[in-house]
């Protein structure tokens, strides 16, 4: 197949969304395919039209590529693609939306709030930090509600902390959330399919910077990635339950990973889903794949062979 490979882009992950792109372009040369690079720039369409791939692999992290605005573009240009639609690219993408259909769906996730750049105003602000200490407490969790890879994100230890924080988060979206410290491992389910999805192998996280950040996730030796987690067998079943669960409420196709904190060691609540899992040499879905028999190259084969799978 011709398959081009868009990569790169505007957003803050470029760097990692580069990397992956690199190594699904060399995997799809391993399979046989013509493969292109593609970084994304306001010319990719026309680009596209010269190529005319058979396919779209989809490796954008963070906004545009992964909130729908490409998934949008590619449909209106009539190219398949990887990964999940518009819908749930959009929905992913935001962690409000996510967190909200899942109370909904009474899938566990952390307690939270969430507050506009006008309800932050410096006026207002000593009621939103009194609000947030009582009903959250300390330690809380800020974050930038479409960002991914951490970015934007910060652990809130004491009362002092929280409004640089949400200075901090609100630099990237006009809006913030802020959610409970849940104490207990980190732990991540792949997903793969359509319709059935299917589970990979769980991986717990154990960062060696105290905090599964930016740095933590693409810098190699600075965390583990642990096949099977430390965890009864009885909660990896209803860990990747849920995660599953989560992935077709959403609508998700194709791949996408399901974080979770499992409280003490017994309880899952799903931090965020997310729709473009990185897949570099340091990435989670990979190694999850790895676990369940799939090399690199199978992987991507399978993600190319799930995107030409008509919905049913």
Do not use: W
Not at 104 to 115: E, K, S, Y
Not at 165 to 189: C, H, I, N, S, W
Request: hydrophobic letters at 40%; proline letters at 8%.
């Amino acid at each position: 197949m011709k398959i081009a490979v868009l990569m790169g882009g505007p957003s803050s992950e470029r760097e990692i969304s580069l990397k992956s792109g690199e190594a699904v372009y060399q995997a799809l040369l391993t399979k046989g395919h013509e493969a292109f690079k593609v970084d994304l720039t306001p010319s990719t369409p026309a680009e596209l039209l010269s190529i005319k791939p058979d396919l779209v692999f989809i490796a954008l992290h963070g906004k545009p590529g992964e909130d729908g605005s490409v998934q949008g573009m590619l449909e209106v240009m009539g190219i398949p693609y990887t990964g999940s639609g518009v819908l749930a690219s959009a929905l992913t993408m935001d962690k409000i939306c996510t967190k909200r259909l899942l109370r909904q769906a009474d899938i566990a996730t952390a307690p939270f709030l969430v507050f506009s750049a006008e309800e932050c105003r410096q006026e207002a602000l000593p009621d939103i930090l009194d609000r947030i200490n009582r009903e959250l407490g300390m330690p809380a969790v800020v974050k930038a509600p479409t960002q991914g890879s951490t970015i934007g994100t910060y652990i809130v230890r004491s009362y002092d902390e929280l409004e640089p924080a949400l200075a901090g988060a609100l630099q990237y979206d006009p809006r913030v959330l802020v959610e409970k410290f849940l104490p207990g491992p980190e732990v991540t389910a792949a997903v793969l399919g359509n319709e059935e999805p299917q589970v990979l192998p769980l991986i717990e996280i154990v960062s060696h910077t105290g905090f599964y950040d930016y740095r933590a996730k693409y810098t190699p030796g600075l965390s583990d990635h642990l096949i099977p987690p430390r965890l009864p067998e009885e909660v990896q079943d209803e860990t990747a339950r849920l995660a599953a669960e989560a992935y077709k409420l959403l609508g998700c196709r194709g791949f996408a990973r399901v974080d979770f904190i499992v409280v003490e060691g017994r309880y899952p609540h799903v931090l965020e889903v997310n729709s473009v899992p990185g897949l570099t040499a340091t990435s989670l879905v990979p190694d999850a794949a790895r676990a369940a028999g799939y090399s690199f190259p199978d992987l991507i084969q399978k993600i190319v062979d799930l995107a030409l799978e008509k919905p049913a």
